[in-house]
């Protein structure tokens, strides 16, 4: 996947992604403090990409944005516990006495 804005005119910013043969033109929109751009369904359903997919983000020597699915393994809980051993495992922490009205 290569995503690419045309940083030469900032006051018409324009976003074309492409994929293979397909390519849209779209908006850069704010999302909280940052911006972000929007993948069309069709465009992430090719690319098996969802909510969360790990991507990295670099700007190539032509000052476009290439946007790279980095395909993370996603770990769960029994992966992590397993991996639990004498040479890992922190001791027991010393909270102090309670206070207010927790429960001990």
Request: charge should be positive; aromatic fraction near 4%.
């Amino acid at each position: 996947m290569r995503a690419s804005i045309d940083a030469s005119s900032l006051d018409k910013p324009a976003i074309e992604c492409i994929y293979l043969v397909y390519t849209m033109e779209t908006a850069i929109q704010k999302w909280g403090n940052s911006l972000a751009v929007r993948l069309p369904k069709e465009l992430a359903r090719k690319l098996k990409l969802r909510e969360g997919s790990a991507v990295l983000v670099t700007e190539d020597s032509k000052r476009r944005i290439v946007i790279k699915h980095t395909h993370k393994k996603r770990v769960g809980l029994a992966e992590l516990v397993s991996k639990i051993n004498r040479n890992n495992m922190h001791r027991e922490v010393e909270w102090g006495t309670r206070q207010g009205k927790e429960a001990w």
